[in-house]
């Protein structure tokens, strides 16, 4: 494993939160910056506990401080480690104020994804967006890999879940455009502009 992946994941992680807790201050934020800080610390710890590559714990430092278009997203248990997450507790737990997000969440379908985030649209519809994080050790660096990727998204998207795929040179290179992508993607599934699978 490429322990300077890793290395990124946490640092990015530890800017991010520094730059929040700092909004805080600044803006004399009506939240209690203390207590965010301790439960995206949370957060962080059991993502990168549970990510299963380097590339997906930088994904998880972003999605971490990441909002839904509306509110920061929450995460599933809010930072205690869950054995195992399945699609229906997220579902479940989701609201219209917040998005729920997870790592490693069984979907039903045989597939376990990177990131599940399940999302209550303004018609109270929830729709699940998949992030997968694709590293070139696992990914695309054969035909049949490739193949089975795509065919992966398909029962995924006849599951109803919609898949967005980054690769670990994406991650790498521009971490907040993935995130930017991500966020707009959410705002429009709430919004209902996004074609629900």
């Known amino acids: 494993m490429n322990r300077a992946f890793d290395n990124d994941g946490h640092e990015i992680f530890g800017r991010r939160l520094f730059d929040l807790w700092v909004d805080d ?3 004399e934020l ?3 910056a203390e207590g965010r800080s301790k439960y995206l ?3 962080f710890a059991v993502v990168s506990h549970q990510c299963e590559s380097p590339i997906e714990i930088m994904m998880g430092a972003g999605l971490v401080c990441a909002h839904d278009g ?3 997203m929450s995460w599933f248990r809010g930072g205690h480690l869950v054995a195992k997450t399945s699609i229906d507790d997220l579902k479940k737990a989701a609201s219209r104020d917040h998005s729920i997000i997870a790592a490693q969440v069984d979907v039903g379908t045989g597939y376990r994804v990177d990131f599940l985030i399940a999302s209550v649209t303004d018609r109270g519809d929830v729709v699940c967006t998949a992030i997968e994080c694709d590293g070139h050790d696992y990914h695309e660096r054969t035909k049949e890999q490739a193949s089975r990727d795509k065919e992966r998204d398909r ?4 599951a109803g879940i919609t898949t967005l795929r980054f690769t670990g040179s994406d991650i790498h290179r521009d971490l907040d455009k993935c995130i930017d992508e991500i966020q707009q993607y959410l705002a429009g599934c709430r919004q209902g502009r996004q074609a629900a699978a």
């Open 70 to 72: 509306t509110n920061w």
């Open 41 to 43: 610390i949370g957060a």
């Open 25 to 27: 201050i600044l803006y």
């Open 30 to 32: 009506p939240f209690n």
């Open 155 to 158: 029962r995924l998207a006849a």
